[in-house]
């Protein structure tokens, strides 16, 4: 393992613990003298993703994690929670025990989870997943969010989206609104 500071390949380990499916090593650099942590974690096999065309290519964590942080842009969500999705979906896969999984299987999961994570993340995922061509397929995405009774409606994410909300909702789950301030 590299040093990420120095780039130097001697590093030695100075502690390793099991956490969840892997391992953290604490290691220190041989030749600048900084500590810095490692996470391993066993896989299992192979598993391939089959995607729309047809082309299949090896699971990537990362590139999952980075698709999914981007869908979360500008959204209160910790980045260790959204690691944790990734992990989970990854163990949902791995239970699969299929050696090939097709991309809308991953899709289709990501959107569950943000389903009930945070449903601006949700819209954005589904907007770029099911490709909309056009405003109405947007809006029924919407729609079907608010339509949603057995979840709580978070007014202040739907107001990102322009969704007006019934006057019956308590003062407390209504957006505020800000004053304007003239000049």
């Known amino acids: 393992m590299g040093c990420p500071y120095c780039t130097s390949p001697d590093s030695k380990v ?3 613990r099991s956490v969840g499916a892997g391992v953290r090593r604490r290691r220190e650099c041989l030749r600048c003298g900084l500590r810095f942590t490692t996470y391993e974690r066993l ?3 192979v598993l391939l993703v089959v995607k729309r065309d047809g082309v299949r290519q090896e699971f990537d964590r990362d590139k999952l994690m980075s698709r999914i942080i981007t869908a979360c842009a500008k959204r209160p969500i910790p980045i260790r929670v959204i690691g944790k999705m990734v ?3 990854e163990n949902d896969l791995q239970s699969l025990a ?3 999984v097709s991309s809308s299987i991953i899709g289709e999961m990501v959107m569950e989870k943000l389903r009930f994570l945070d449903r601006v ?3 954005r995922w589904a907007s ?3 490709d909309f ?3 109405e397929s947007f809006e029924r995405v919407v729609r079907d969010l608010k339509d949603e009774k057995s979840q709580t409606i978070n007014p202040a994410q739907l107001s990102l989206l322009g969704v007006e909300f019934p006057d019956h909702l308590p003062a407390k789950h209504r957006p505020r609104r800000r ?3 003239s000049r």
Do not use: F, G, H, P
Request: glycine share 0%; net charge negative.
């Open 14 to 16: 100075t502690d390793s």
């Open 43 to 45: 896989q299992t096999s």
């Open 87 to 89: 992990s989970d979906i």
């Open 98 to 100: 299929k050696a090939e």
């Open 121 to 123: 993340a949700y819209v």
């Open 128 to 130: 770029v997943y099911r």
């Open 133 to 135: 061509q056009d405003l």
């Open 179 to 181: 004053a304007r301030i």
